[in-house]
């Protein structure tokens, strides 16, 4: 058969996808019926991959395998591996308040009544995104980090700058807030708070950047502490002491507040010693200060400095 159009092609893929939801770039049938080898036909799912979240790639032994993915399918998996529902459609609910608007007098919603009180979710993962400008926003630059396309960017805090031919690399979600990290056309890593990104802005032509060289920074925000982390610091090590009336929070076997935290010694008083990393002083002091009186800075020196410097100035700042 004569071989097909990368166009038509892909537009068959899809087609088939509907009706037998996973292809293999090692189909008989699809090859010959496109004309084409495995290299091709997977370059054709790669393809339809970048631009359609619900299609994915799965691995079957040694192979690959493009899925189409249904939100229907997501439930049934999860509904299969667990013994509890509820509390997913309540969480579900407490971040967006519609989203089964049109199910209210549905199974969902009768499932999720039965133990309303049970649950209260106090922090929302999608609470930035309540409008639509916000909402349109995350949506582009999801579509710019799958695609690796650079887009330029519009933010404003105390003013407004531009950067042109950012290279996005992922939208994080920390402290409560969600965050783009990436890429200045100077190579400079930045992170910036979607709530002061005032518009995404795609270039005439739509080139891709290469993924090599984002490498390192993704590799970075595996291990980011939080937005004041700077890249390409040798972290330094600040040894801290909690106090007893607060020292259970920092015992080995409780969760860290911070990726680096490293427990030490429980001292004769009750005090707990550990340590944390931090690339500058804002990464940990906003930290510190949480837990004042009873979180003392035993070293370096140049830390201690800086906190007590900001003491003082929050001290004139009452007293003014």
Same mark, same amino acid.
């Given at each position: 058969?004569?071989?097909? /159009?990368?166009? +038509? ?6 087609? %088939? ?5 996973? %292809?293999?770039?090692? $189909? ?37 395998? #493009? ?8 439930? @049934?998996?999860?509904? =299969? ?10 969480? &579900? ?13 549905? *199974? ?35 579509? &710019? ?8 960017? %519009?933010?404003?805090? $105390? ?7 950012? =290279? ?9 807030? #969600?965050?783009? &990290? ?5 190579? @400079? ?17 739509? *080139? ?6 984002? /490498? ?45 935290? +490293? ?5 004769? $008083?009750?005090?707990?010693?550990? *340590? ?13 200060? =949480? #837990?004042?009186? $009873?979180?003392?800075?035993? @070293?370096?020196?140049?830390? =201690? ?16």
């Amino acid at each position: 058969m004569a071989k097909i /159009k990368k166009i +038509n092609a892909i537009y068959k893929l899809m087609e %088939i996808f509907l009706s037998q939801k996973d %292809i293999t770039p090692y $189909d008989e049938y699809i090859l010959d019926e496109f004309g084409c080898d495995q290299k091709t036909l997977e370059r054709y799912l790669q393809e339809i991959e970048s631009s359609y979240s619900h299609i994915i790639t799965i691995k079957k032994g040694h192979k690959k395998v #493009w899925k189409l993915v249904s939100v229907s399918d997501i439930f @049934e998996e999860f509904i =299969k591996n667990s013994d509890d529902i509820s509390g997913l459609f309540l969480m &579900a609910q407490e971040f967006d308040p519609y989203i089964f608007k049109e199910l209210e007098r549905g *199974t969902l919603s009768r499932v999720a009544k039965n133990d309303e009180n049970v649950f209260l979710f106090k922090n929302s993962i999608m609470e930035e995104m309540q409008n639509p400008q916000s909402q349109e926003i995350f949506k582009e630059l999801k579509i &710019a980090i799958k695609n690796h396309e650079y887009r330029d960017l %519009i933010y404003v805090y $105390d003013q407004e700058i531009v950067y042109a031919d950012i =290279k996005p690399l992922k939208l994080v979600f920390m402290d409560n807030n #969600w965050y783009l &990290a990436f890429l200045t056309d100077q190579k @400079e890593f930045k992170f910036s708070r979607l709530n002061f990104i005032r518009k995404v802005k795609k270039r005439a032509s739509q *080139t891709r950047f290469q993924t090599k060289d984002t /490498k390192p920074y993704l590799d970075f925000l595996k291990g980011v502490q939080n937005a004041m982390t700077l890249y390409g610091v040798k972290p330094k090590v600040a040894t801290l002491k909690a106090l007893p009336n607060i020292a259970k929070y920092f015992h080995r076997d409780m969760k860290k507040f911070l990726p680096s935290q +490293n427990f030490k010694e429980l001292l004769d $008083d009750g005090s707990v010693l550990f *340590t944390v990393e931090y690339t500058q002083e804002l990464e940990v002091l906003p930290f510190i200060q =949480k #837990w004042m009186p $009873d979180l003392i800075i035993v @070293e370096p020196l140049e830390l =201690k400095e800086a906190y007590i410097k900001k003491l003082n100035l929050s001290i004139q700042n009452i007293l003014n």
